[in-house]
């Protein structure tokens, strides 16, 4: 099983100052065409939240456009900057999206369980799950224990000391990996929302963030740490599981490099 995992793809339309800085769009479309022509061709993709900037119809529309292009099942998950319900309204055939409440689904018919985790505040730009989704996470962890887990979801739930970004995180993250801490079956958390990647234990399970397709945010940790955006190179990750090697990440840069040397060319 090979999943690629993208985030924060902050598609916006394009007459906006944004869009003239970060071309998301463009940037998206460059990544869609990297993951389909990649020599590791990935079974399944999944956008980790923040799929476009100002929670505007026209924003999702423009996402429709460009995801159509992934050969592969695309699964969407809502960010900070998501509106769940035009998420639902312009994507009808996503049908794992439950149709009315929060967007947490599971997806099945894979080695792994794939849970997947609403933590849109509706607006703010913090994070929150809330009691009733806690208690779904725990049912869908306690009905297989002995089936391995994996769980995407856009805030992480742990201080990555990037102040800033630390004061818009997930709210109650200590909640979350109380129950991670409770099951035994958890392979690994994955996020998005801090547009660079990040690996912390967290509730006692590997927990890593995603870069962005679109811009990264700039290096700077400590209290003083000033919120700013770099354009280092667009990333994404990929989730590799086999029964012998189990579950294991790579990073992917969106760039096709020139091959330097292949075993088939002979030793050098
Ligand atoms: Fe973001
Ligand atoms: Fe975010």
Not at 44 to 54: A, H, K, P, Q, W
Not at 225 to 232: A, D, I, P, R, S
Request: charged share 25%; glycine share 8%; hydrophobic share 40%.
């Amino acid at each position: 099983m090979l999943i690629a995992q993208l985030s924060d793809c902050h598609i916006a339309t394009p007459e906006e100052d944004f869009t003239k800085l970060y071309q998301p769009a463009d940037r998206l479309r460059e990544a869609i065409r990297h993951v389909n022509t990649s020599l590791n061709r990935p079974d399944l993709v999944f956008l980790t939240g923040d799929l476009i900037n100002s929670g505007k119809r026209e924003e999702y529309d423009i996402l429709r456009d460009l995801i159509a292009g992934f050969e592969m099942p695309v699964y969407l998950l809502p960010g900070n900057h998501d509106n769940c319900a035009l998420l639902r309204e312009v994507f009808p055939d996503h049908d794992y999206l439950p149709p009315s409440g929060d967007l947490n689904y599971v997806v099945d018919g894979w080695p792994l369980k794939i849970i997947c985790l609403d933590t849109n505040l509706h607006g703010k730009p913090e994070g929150f799950l809330g009691e009733a989704q806690l208690d779904w996470l725990d049912q869908q962890l306690a009905s297989e224990p002995t089936r391995r887990a994996v769980i995407f979801m856009h805030h992480p739930p742990f201080l990555t000391g990037l102040a800033k970004m630390d004061g818009m995180g997930l709210l109650d993250r200590e909640a979350f990996n109380d129950i991670i801490a409770r099951h035994d079956n958890v392979e690994r958390v994955l996020c998005g929302h801090v547009h660079r990647a990040i690996q912390k234990l967290a509730g006692g399970t590997l927990v890593q963030t995603c870069p962005s397709t679109s811009h990264q945010i700039m290096l700077h940790l400590g209290e003083k740490g000033e919120l700013g955006t770099v354009f280092e190179p667009p990333e994404y990750l990929l989730h590799y599981w086999t029964e012998e090697a189990g579950f294991l990440t790579h990073t992917d840069y969106v760039k096709d490099y020139d091959i330097a040397w292949t075993l088939k060319d002979g030793v050098k």
